[in-house]
């Protein structure tokens, strides 16, 4: 289920007399297609002078190559100082000796007499004396080599006899016994840090002592976080005898599609219309368990059910596809605390308060009560023998006065499992930012919603949409009390860009793009809320 990014480093390590060079080159490979990646940068990071950083990029086909050469403890050198190289003309290759006072990048290139590059290498070195190879390619004549140092250029003339095909720049550093006074052996240590636009960066430590192959395993930043859906409604569709295990071409969620999307673990709404099922929506819930169990025992494979917090981390960890119960609407229970008890041991891990209906116990927020009626006592029973239970109260759907009163009831934090921001859409089924200050307050999180209509007035709604009201609740409470909850299967209308369950990789390179943190991102997709799911599903 996740993708990786494998970078494959063969570095081939000499030693020269009192000196360590390092020729760095390899591949930047996606793992799963093991095509090469362009734009990938490999940076390198000398401990023993931090200032040093320098990046190298691959190239169209993934491929980088640079040479890492270091001078150990030369004798100092108060300014730059380049020579004539030598032997000039030259038939095979030249010499140029090159003394700098401190660390850097020395950029060594080479250009024929109309300006058309030949060579080019830069090279990550430490101060003292060190000597730029050529060795000679093309055909015989007139070139120029320069030599690029803290922004100084110097330049050579260079006569080349004879055409060659040589090996083009190298550097090596001055083994003479001169310099044995001076000399003191150290191991240089470095940084190798490999990073890709929607990919997490990887850091490795290594130094300049040994030979060493080395690679590098990138998951992207979708696939590192653990994403987690807090509402989807495609178990409506499964008692109707829809196949979660087969790529659909209708409705928003099938398991390759939830594997495709990268999520982790999906809250599994039971949602009885209250119309269709006015005496017994009980029932017709435990039809809608009854269908998901022939799906996970089908799927048993790829597919398995989560029931606390321990579970959902091993089967992550598995690779397996998470499912967790949730009941949507309290006029499940029919106003019975062991039918409540029941969906729990059956699996349910959330109650919806209400959904558009308002039951007798509690007011939902289409209701024109909402405002001013909330929970009756039997409502504040079920509230309390929620929190013994260790199920999470959620609030979507939810009237203003019966969430004021859940909050004053409940000892635990709570959930709007798929709501949007009401300053954004003023829409009844949207949160207040009082009500998301006190969700907040009381350590909660809110799911926001893929539904157009509550996003915005516009006839199109788009991921910027989304991430608009994202960044609204991080403005006003903070990143800790966001998630998502798409309403995948429940709405029939859609995000652009956000189509179905395997578009969710847009969400997060939309958000990388807009400026949020990989922290900020796995927070989002899924920490915020499993620091719920602890608390309370213990």
Same mark, same amino acid.
Request: proline share 3%; hydrophobic share 40%.
């Given at each position: 289920?996740k993708?990786?990014l494998?970078?494959?480093?063969?570095?081939?390590?000499?030693?020269?007399?009192?000196?360590?060079?390092?020729?760095?080159q390899?591949?930047?490979?996606?793992?799963?297609?093991?095509?090469?990646?362009?734009?990938?940068?490999?940076?390198?990071?000398?401990?023993n002078?931090?200032?040093?950083?320098?990046?190298?990029?691959?190239?169209?086909?993934?491929?980088?190559?640079?040479?890492? @050469?270091? &001078?150990?403890? *030369?004798?100092?050198?108060d300014?730059?100082?380049?020579?004539?190289?030598?032997?000039?003309p030259?038939?095979?290759?030249?010499?140029?000796?090159?003394?700098?006072?401190?660390?850097?990048?020395?950029?060594?290139?080479?250009?024929?007499?109309?300006?058309?590059?030949?060579?080019?290498?830069?090279?990550?070195?430490?101060?003292?004396?060190?000597?730029?190879?050529?060795?000679g390619?093309?055909?015989?004549?007139?070139?120029?080599?320069?030599?690029?140092?803290?922004?100084?250029?110097?330049?050579?003339?260079?006569?080349?006899?004879?055409?060659?095909?040589?090996?083009?720049?190298?550097?090596?550093?001055?083994?003479?016994?001169?310099?044995?006074?001076?000399?003191?052996?150290?191991?240089?240590q470095?940084?190798?840090?490999?990073?890709? *636009?929607?990919?997490?960066?990887?850091?490795?430590?290594?130094?300049?002592?040994?030979?060493?192959?080395?690679?590098f395993?990138?998951?992207?930043?979708?696939?590192?976080?653990?994403?987690?859906?807090?509402?989807?409604?495609?178990?409506?569709?499964?008692?109707?005898?829809?196949?979660?295990?087969?790529?659909?071409?209708?409705?928003?969620?099938?398991l390759?599609?939830?594997?495709?999307?990268?999520?982790?673990?999906?809250?599994?709404?039971?949602?009885?219309?209250?119309?269709?099922?006015?005496?017994?929506?009980?029932?017709?819930?435990?039809?809608?368990?009854?269908?998901?169990?022939?799906?996970?025992?089908?799927?048993?494979?790829?597919?398995?059910?989560?029931?606390?917090?321990?579970?959902?981390?091993?089967?992550?960890?598995?690779?397996?596809?998470?499912?967790?119960?949730?009941?949507?609407?309290?006029?499940?229970?029919?106003?019975?605390?062991?039918?409540?008890?029941?969906l729990?041991?059956?699996?349910?891990?959330?109650?919806?308060?209400?959904?558009?209906?308002? @039951?007798?116990?509690?007011?939902?927020?289409?209701?024109?009560?909402?405002?001013t009626?909330g929970?009756?006592?039997?409502g504040r029973?079920?509230?309390?023998?929620?929190?013994?239970?260790?199920?999470?109260?959620?609030v979507?759907?939810?009237?203003?006065?019966?969430?004021?009163? #859940?909050?004053?009831?409940?000892?635990?934090?709570? #959930?709007?499992?798929?709501?949007?921001?009401? &300053?954004?859409?003023?829409?009844?089924?949207?949160?207040?930012?009082?009500?998301?200050?006190?969700?907040?307050?009381?350590?909660?999180?809110?799911?926001?919603?893929?539904?157009?209509?509550?996003?915005?007035t516009?006839?199109?709604?788009?991921?910027?949409n989304?991430?608009?009201?994202?960044?609204?609740?991080?403005?006003?409470?903070?990143?800790?009390?966001?998630?998502?909850?798409?309403?995948?299967?429940?709405?029939?209308?859609?995000?652009?860009?956000?189509?179905?369950?395997?578009?969710?990789?847009?969400?997060?390179? &939309?958000?990388?793009?807009?400026?949020?943190?990989?922290?900020? #991102?796995?927070k989002?997709?899924?920490?915020?809320?499993l620091?719920v799911?602890?608390?309370?599903?213990?």
């Amino acid at each position: 289920m996740k993708n990786h990014l494998s970078i494959l480093f063969s570095f081939l390590i000499f030693s020269l007399a009192y000196s360590q060079s390092i020729s760095v080159q390899g591949w930047v490979k996606d793992k799963n297609t093991g095509l090469g990646l362009d734009s990938a940068f490999v940076i390198l990071v000398n401990k023993n002078f931090p200032q040093q950083k320098d990046t190298f990029r691959a190239n169209n086909s993934g491929y980088f190559s640079f040479f890492l @050469t270091s &001078a150990r403890d *030369f004798e100092s050198v108060d300014a730059i100082l380049v020579t004539n190289n030598y032997p000039n003309p030259f038939n095979s290759s030249t010499n140029l000796d090159v003394y700098l006072p401190e660390a850097g990048n020395l950029k060594v290139e080479v250009y024929d007499v109309l300006g058309k590059m030949i060579d080019e290498k830069t090279f990550t070195i430490l101060p003292g004396k060190h000597i730029v190879e050529y060795y000679g390619k093309g055909s015989a004549g007139v070139y120029f080599l320069v030599v690029s140092f803290h922004g100084k250029d110097f330049v050579r003339k260079i006569i080349q006899l004879g055409n060659l095909n040589g090996d083009g720049i190298k550097l090596q550093t001055s083994g003479s016994n001169y310099l044995n006074k001076f000399l003191k052996v150290t191991t240089n240590q470095y940084l190798l840090i490999a990073e890709r *636009f929607l990919y997490v960066p990887d850091t490795i430590e290594i130094d300049d002592s040994q030979n060493r192959n080395i690679t590098f395993e990138l998951e992207t930043v979708h696939q590192n976080a653990i994403l987690i859906d807090l509402h989807n409604d495609v178990l409506e569709k499964v008692v109707d005898g829809y196949d979660l295990g087969v790529l659909n071409t209708i409705n928003h969620s099938d398991l390759p599609r939830f594997y495709k999307g990268g999520v982790d673990v999906q809250l599994m709404a039971l949602w009885v219309s209250p119309t269709q099922y006015p005496n017994n929506p009980f029932q017709q819930t435990l039809r809608m368990i009854d269908s998901f169990k022939v799906q996970l025992n089908k799927y048993s494979s790829i597919m398995a059910q989560a029931l606390n917090s321990r579970e959902i981390d091993s089967l992550v960890k598995l690779g397996k596809f998470t499912a967790i119960l949730c009941v949507e609407g309290g006029h499940a229970i029919e106003e019975n605390i062991y039918k409540l008890d029941s969906l729990y041991k059956l699996g349910a891990r959330y109650l919806t308060i209400t959904w558009n209906n308002s @039951t007798s116990w509690a007011t939902s927020a289409q209701d024109p009560q909402a405002t001013t009626k909330g929970l009756s006592e039997f409502g504040r029973q079920v509230i309390r023998h929620m929190d013994s239970l260790g199920m999470i109260i959620d609030v979507s759907h939810v009237g203003p006065k019966t969430i004021d009163d #859940i909050l004053e009831v409940t000892v635990n934090p709570i #959930i709007a499992s798929h709501s949007g921001v009401k &300053a954004l859409r003023n829409h009844y089924r949207n949160l207040t930012d009082q009500q998301i200050i006190k969700i907040a307050q009381k350590g909660g999180v809110i799911g926001v919603i893929f539904y157009p209509p509550y996003l915005t007035t516009s006839s199109t709604a788009t991921i910027k949409n989304v991430i608009d009201h994202i960044d609204y609740i991080k403005n006003l409470v903070g990143i800790d009390y966001i998630a998502l909850g798409s309403d995948f299967d429940g709405i029939e209308r859609v995000i652009v860009g956000l189509e179905d369950v395997s578009k969710f990789p847009n969400l997060t390179e &939309a958000l990388l793009r807009r400026g949020y943190s990989i922290s900020d #991102i796995k927070k989002i997709y899924g920490e915020n809320f499993l620091r719920v799911f602890r608390q309370v599903c213990k």
